[in-house]
């Protein structure tokens, strides 16, 4: 990839060389057709008036070297226009348009060069540690028909879920899908963000920008216990990838656009249930699940 731009910056580069040196080559060139001019047009007069050579050579009543002399100031004209006007005003339209090309070449290739430096490093800096002692776990509040949110937003406001978020997955990375980062207003303190999207050139501020769940879990791989925390897309392939769910099921059915894929229960086991029944401020009911996988 970066080799393809770097063909490219070299090619535009010795492309503005070889042009000024063009133009270097074109005003010298118009010096010594200068200087030759002046030197033989002297010559000429010089031995036409003072030597008398051809002095009878006349057209329409005008000595042959005026008319010498005329054709080649014509001559000379065209070539300082040439030279100082038309190449001129192209030249310099053309190097104004390298100029800006190559600043937006470098300038892409600087963004993202220092975003892959920071994925990559934290990807492969520590590829040897072991993580058979992670813990990866989807964190998701889920209606009783699985919806999650709506629209990009969450449907529901229960103060001690997201107290409880917050305490699960304080000092630890949370994994989220694009969306689910863009319906935030900024990336979630005190947590390190690693977002996902197909987007190469996906920037904002303190988060950590992966191309795939497998590349978010190697980022985590220091973190015995990395949390994926949506949304939906992310869920079901985070699915696959998770040892434990913590469900906050909602006691409600709702309708929505996105929804939790169907625990199959096969896979995981109820280890642990917390009903949150008739709480203060709170409109509906809720139990914290925790779901651990044994298959
Ligand atoms: N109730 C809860 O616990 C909870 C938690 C979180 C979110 N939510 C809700 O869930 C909804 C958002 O979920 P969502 O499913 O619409 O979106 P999402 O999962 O948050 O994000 C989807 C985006 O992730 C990226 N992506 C998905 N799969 C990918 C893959 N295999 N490789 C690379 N990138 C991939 C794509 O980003 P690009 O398009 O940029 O490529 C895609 O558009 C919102 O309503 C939110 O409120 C609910």
Known sequence: MFSDRNSDIDHE?????????????????????????????????????FLAVGQNILIFNYSWSIWVLLIWTFILLYH?????????????????????????LQQEKIKSLKKDIETESKIYADSNSNNSNQLVTIIVAASENNIIGDNNKLIWH???????????????????????????????????NVIITRN????????????????????CKDDPQPFII??????????DYANRIELTRVHQ??????????????????????????????DYNFSFITYDKFN
């Open 200 to 219: 190469k050139n996906y920037v904002a501020e303190n988060i950590i920008v992966v191309n795939s769940l497998e590349n978010a879990l190697k980022v």
């Open 230 to 239: 949506g949304g939906g897309e992310i869920y079901k392939i985070g699915l």
């Open 158 to 192: 229960l103060s001690k879920d997201l107290i409880r978020f917050k305490n699960l997955t304080k000092g630890h990375h949370v994994i989220m899908g694009r969306k689910t980062f863009e319906s935030m207003p900024k990336a979630l303190p005190n947590r390190t």
């Open 13 to 49: 580069t010795i492309e503005l060389l070889e042009n000024a040196q063009d133009r270097i080559r074109q005003k010298k060139n118009v010096y010594k057709h200068f200087i030759v001019y002046l030197f033989i047009s002297g010559f000429f007069l010089f031995i036409d008036f």
């Open 80 to 104: 300082l226009f040439d030279v100082f006007i038309s190449k001129k005003i192209i030249n310099n339209k053309w190097i104004l348009n390298q100029k800006s090309h190559l600043i937006k």
């Open 253 to 282: 059915s709702f309708e929505g656009d996105t929804a939790f894929p169907e625990i199959d229960e096969e896979v995981w086991k109820e280890v642990n249930k917390i009903e949150m029944f008739d709480i203060e401020n709170h």
